[in-house]
């Protein structure tokens, strides 16, 4: 087993090395940079002339390096971030951007794995559901309930809640984590309560599409199972249906959605990304969007980085999972 997760781990170092090459570069692409949008800054708001703005500008871009070679950038980047965990420097915040990932990035993981397992809980249960009483009333109601929640851009959702929670509901701090007097103060159970109490729409919309994709997986993986030759067989010998579904079937259906789970937390953290972006939530998802208007490259390009190495990290603990379930998997 330590072999296989080895091989598995050794596998995803060249993998993140190339997800890191895409996320520097393809954050490049855009015209411009963060000196020209200092430049402007300065004549619009300073009172400089072109050619003041325009002299700040290029010493900006020699102090910081911009001037160099994108694949010098890169290695200086890439190198650092390997030899001394540092990340680099924000522009717009002016910190270090491993502040930046302290602050965000927890919080971003924990509501996106709440998202994700309770995703996986009820659309699992529910596929098992429906998988025993296919083709009747009940399957064809909870086929549509999917096919919506599958479909339906995760953001309309979001702006949908948003209005419901704004114009119906008259709820405050839409836009917060916790209440005011819970900002500052020490994680407790109490702190923790008054984080559901504000992010439960999030969940709510997260979770209705994830459960939607593993309820269908499930459905299906369970429908094939049941047609299989020794679950049959298992019926014959006079096993009850009890113990046929959960000693044969169900764990057998289990292999198809644990490798859905590689794809699956990508997707959540994806998910609440967009839902933060809609409710202006102090995580991820504003920051990135506001580094790509502010072409703040470094803390565009390090939380990139990290989003990819979750579909990384995913897989792995996926495969892990898939070998203690099924011995086979270990020796591929």
């Known amino acids: 087993m ?28 855009p015209p411009g940079d963060y000196a020209d949008r200092l430049k402007s800054q300065a004549i619009s708001m300073s009172g400089m002339s072109e050619r003041e703005a325009q002299e700040l500008a290029d010493r900006f871009r020699e102090e910081q390096g911009m001037n160099r070679p994108l694949p010098v950038q890169y290695l200086t980047w890439i190198g650092n971030i390997v030899t001394k965990g540092d990340f680099g420097h924000s522009y717009v915040y002016n910190k270090p951007i491993a502040e930046l990932i302290n602050d965000r990035l927890p919080m971003t993981l924990l509501i996106a794995l709440m998202c994700h397992l309770g995703a996986t809980l009820l659309g699992t249960l529910l596929g098992i559901f429906v998988a025993t009483r296919p083709y009747g009333w009940v399957d064809n109601l909870v086929t549509v309930f999917a096919f919506i929640g599958m479909t339906t851009p995760r953001f309309v959702l979001a702006l949908l809640m948003l209005y419901l929670l704004v114009f119906h509901l008259g709820s405050v701090h839409v836009a917060a984590l916790f209440s005011p007097e819970y900002v500052m103060a020490p994680w407790s159970l109490a702190k923790f309560g008054n984080l559901l109490q504000h992010i439960w729409p999030v969940l709510l919309v997260a979770i209705f599409g994830g459960m939607a994709h593993h309820l269908r997986v499930m459905r299906s993986n369970m429908l094939d199972v049941m047609q299989a030759q020794y679950v049959e067989t298992a019926r014959a010998k006079g096993l009850s249906s009890r113990r046929v579904l959960f000693k044969h079937v169900v764990p057998n259906a289990l292999h198809p959605l644990v490798m859905f789970q590689g794809v699956a937390l990508p997707y959540m953290i994806a998910g609440e990304l967009e839902i933060a972006i809609v409710f202006a939530l102090p995580t991820v998802g504003p920051l990135i969007v506001s580094g790509m208007q502010d072409q703040d490259v470094f803390v565009v390009a390090s939380f990139m980085l990290l989003l990819a190495a979750t579909l990384v990290i995913g897989n792995i603990i996926a495969d892990i999972l898939l070998a203690l379930l099924d011995p086979r998997v270990r020796l591929s």
């Open 2 to 29: 330590l072999r296989f997760i080895f091989k598995r781990l050794l596998a995803a170092v060249p993998l993140l090395l190339a997800l890191s090459v895409v996320a520097f570069f393809l954050i490049q692409l």
